[in-house]
């Protein structure tokens, strides 16, 4: 854990010094965002201590002791590039989040639109995404995880064309649809094809990519707001939706260098290639071995079959699938998808999108009425998403997936009270209070940050483990639809929802729910670093006696290692 802090403090000094260079207001903005560079990383480090001090954090971070290694095997440099590649699809995503955030001022001058259309514009494309990621299990398991990304950038890239052409409410809507087809195909592929390609050593830290190109999506949002928001009124918001387009011309073709999912070449029988890709991105032809007869294994093959090609057994119909995750699940079934799919509804329900989306609304509400400086302050918020979110992917396969989801969701319960108590003191004054806008504005960074320390990069990874491999697609698939519905639902909402209840108050009932997920992951979740994905089969189906579970587990491998040991 020692290693652990001193990774985030040298990752919070390049933080502060990309800051400096980015913020420069001339206000009390000036002053409240410094402090809050500043105080980011302690805010986290603190709770994290704070936790680590008591008999919860010794539970909590057990399991991730227990498994350090002193001799940590190499990372696969072609596992980490087909992760890379993979995960730019979810760049996608992000931009457009981001760039609506600031195109939505510009949008509103021109067309006239009011608050409840923009919230519309705002966070339709999260519903209408869910298509898109509904169909997209299916589509990979027909076509493959590879062509799927594929399709995903096509689409996405008419989307982006529509958008900037738009000249009213209906057109933009159009493009919205189509660009949701596209960001439902990628949010769901990119960490289903990195979770099948990764070895279980670095898998963590390699399916954590989608989300850390999302924040990189974010940021280039925020960017393209800042520096098209002198164009004309007419022009401005349309270059920055339209220029979406040529990033997902370029991740198309990417793709297409990029090899198969071995767990996918399995399922269609097709061993040879599938053995070609694994050992290309394990470590050792060992694993490459381990692992091909666990997928012939989960896949219904027999395990000493060597044949290149082979048929595999088949299920009556596809609808079978559904019926063994939804309607007549085993236990373990019915824990994994509580667990895969109950974590992507905390994740966005916490509001972390309405932040993201109205960050230039919630810093007027805290005080800065220049566009410019709304602009600029709502880069800070894409910084703080993307350098916390590159400190947490170095961390997830060193210290394990729960130390740091319930850290950071206890993080994110104390900066959403605060944001919420300070934007209430402001609402009720007459007069500026600079402390409170100082507050409110440190929270928000604050709770961005610990947000991408944690909870960002773990959903993805965490429900990509879970879900065993006949389930995998649907599973995830789901949890992507889960994920941007209550994303969706947020971002439509939110603008009703503060002036119904106030904007101190919405951030209470984010911070209310956040508070209820974490107890649902400290009682449900199981650790799963370090475990392949089909030893992670055996941990659910005894829901909140996972622990005993896990010990049995450890204390089998312990014997099998003792046993070894005297044989050797």
């Known amino acids: 854990m020692i290693k652990f802090y001193r990774t985030q403090c040298s990752g919070f000094a390049l933080f502060k010094q990309l800051s400096v260079q980015i913020i420069s207001l001339r206000t009390q903005t000036q002053y409240s965002s410094t402090i809050t560079l500043y105080c980011n990383c302690s805010l986290f480090l603190f709770f994290a201590k704070m936790v680590g001090t008591s008999d919860l954090s010794r539970e909590v971070f057990a399991d991730s ?9 190499k990372r696969n440099k072609y596992a980490f590039i087909c992760a890379i590649l993979a995960s730019m699809t979810s760049i996608l995503l992000g931009y457009d ?53 594929v399709l995903a950038g096509v ?34 592929i990119a960490p289903v094809y990195t979770a099948e390609v990764a070895p279980a050593s670095s898998r963590g830290f390699l399916t954590s990519f989608p989300e850390v190109f999302i924040n990189a999506g974010v940021l280039l949002g925020y960017v393209s707001n800042f520096a098209f928001a002198k164009c004309p009124l007419w022009l401005g918001w349309r270059l920055m939706l339209g220029i979406g387009a040529l990033p997902s011309v370029a991740l198309a073709v990417f793709v297409l260098y990029m090899p198969e999912s071995p767990r996918w070449l399995v399922m269609k029988g097709r061993l040879g290639e599938a053995r070609e890709v694994l050992e290309k991105t394990s470590t050792s032809k060992e694993e490459a071995h381990q692992r091909l007869s666990d997928i012939k294994e989960a896949a219904g093959i027999d395990k000493d079959c060597n044949a290149d090609v082979v048929e595999v057994p088949k299920r009556k119909k596809d609808e079978a699938v559904w019926k063994e995750l939804i309607l007549h699940p085993t236990p373990a079934v019915r824990h994994a998808a509580i667990t895969g799919i109950g ?15 109205y960050s230039p609304r919630i810093f007027e509400k805290a005080g800065i009425k220049s566009d410019d400086k709304k602009l600029l302050a709502t880069i800070a918020v894409g910084i703080c998403k993307t350098v916390f979110i590159l400190i947490s992917t170095f961390q997830l396969d060193k210290i394990g997936r729960r130390p740091l989801m319930l850290t950071s969701m206890g993080g994110m319960v104390i900066s959403l009270l605060v944001l919420a108590g300070s934007l209430t003191v402001i609402n009720r004054s007459d007069h500026t209070i600079g402390w409170a806008v100082g507050l409110a504005i440190f929270a928000v960074y604050a709770f961005v940050s610990i947000f991408s320390s944690g909870m960002g990069p773990i959903a993805w990874v965490y429900s990509s483990e879970v879900f065993p491999l006949r389930l995998r697609a649907q599973g995830c698939s789901i949890g992507v639809a889960v994920n941007r519905g209550m994303s969706g639902i947020i971002g439509m909402t ?6 119904a209840m106030t904007i101190g108050g919405a951030f209470l009932l984010f911070a209310v729910i956040a ?29 909140f006696n996972w622990r005993k ?20």
């Open 549 to 568: 579970t896990l010990r049995d587990l450890k204390a089998k491998e312990a014997a099998e290692a003792k046993n070894h040991e005297v044989v050797v």
């Open 515 to 543: 508070a209820i997920g974490w107890v649902f992951m400290y009682t449900l979740f199981p650790e799963t670093q370090g475990r392949n994905l089909e030893e992670i089969e055996l941990l659910f189906g005894s829901y």
């Open 97 to 149: 989040t981001g760039v609506l955030s600031g195109a939505a001022i510009y949008i509103k001058k021109d067309l006239r639109f009011t608050d409840v259309q923009i919230e519309v514009i705002v966070g339709i494309i999260n519903i209408f995404s869910l298509l898109g990621s509904a169909v997209a299990g299916r589509t990979s398991d027909w076509i493959g995880r590879r062509y799927t990304m």
């Open 494 to 499: 939110f603008l009703s929802m503060y002036k």
């Open 65 to 73: 002791s227990s498994l350090n290694n002193p001799k940590k095997p």
């Open 343 to 357: 974590i992507h509804f905390f994740q966005q329900a916490c509001g972390i999108d309405a932040v993201v989306l």
């Open 155 to 188: 689409i996405f890239f008419l989307g982006a064309i529509l958008m900037g052409f738009a000249t009213n409410f209906a057109f933009l809507m159009v493009g919205r649809f189509v660009a949701g087809l596209g960001v439902g195909y990628a949010m769901m």
